[in-house]
């Protein structure tokens, strides 16, 4: 099941999928608890989060309109390729498209995702280039005008 869940109920996640296990104090985002930030969380059926996304409200140039970030996508390694992340995914884009009329939503890629974001109608807008301590990303794009309904 998705919901919406609280900044703090991603750190887990993204420490051990994302961060090699930093504490999780070293996890979190700057935008986390800006009032334009939302969190969403896939529960398992026993109500453990299996797969969580950040997105925040963020623009990137040139484009214009209502933007998004995503930020912090991971599936816990038991649950990966099960197609959790793509129902996460198209959840959070429906409601960016529909609730938010956001006009696109984009993201900076790990190599290991490219294939997941490009599935979902990502587009490359980058070549590769490094974060520190994170490894070679590529900025990856959605438009969701079209999505509107
Ligand atoms: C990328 C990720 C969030 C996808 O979540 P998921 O729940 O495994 O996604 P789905 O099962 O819906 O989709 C799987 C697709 O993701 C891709 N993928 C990327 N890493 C994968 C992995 N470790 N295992 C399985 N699929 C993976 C494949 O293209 C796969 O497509 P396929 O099933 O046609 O082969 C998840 O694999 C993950 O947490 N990876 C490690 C962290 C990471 O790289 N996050 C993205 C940061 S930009």
């Known amino acids: 099941m998705i919901k919406f869940i609280a900044t703090e109920d991603t750190l887990p ?13 070293e996890c979190y985002f700057q935008a986390d608890d800006l009032p334009t930030t939302f969190h969403l969380g896939y529960h398992s059926p026993v109500d453990e989060i299996v797969s969580i996304l950040t997105c925040q409200l ?6 214009t309109g209502i933007g998004y ?17 793509t129902l996460l995914l198209k959840e959070v884009i429906d409601h960016l498209a529909n609730e938010m ?8 890629a790990r190599r290991v995702a490219h294939d997941f974001y490009q599935n ?13 301590g994170i490894g070679l990303h ?12």
Request: proline share 6%; hydrophobic share 30%.
């Open 138 to 149: 590529r900025v990856m794009y959605l438009d969701l005008y079209n999505k509107n309904s």
């Open 13 to 25: 996640l993204r420490s051990s999928v994302l961060r090699n296990g930093e504490p999780t104090t």
């Open 101 to 108: 009329k956001a006009d696109y939503l984009w993201c900076n």
């Open 69 to 85: 970030r995503l930020r912090g996508m991971a599936t816990h390694p038991e649950w990966q390729g099960k197609g959790i992340g």
């Open 120 to 132: 979902l109608g990502f587009e490359f807008l980058s070549e590769e280039f490094e974060i520190p």
């Open 58 to 63: 963020e623009s990137m140039e040139p484009y």
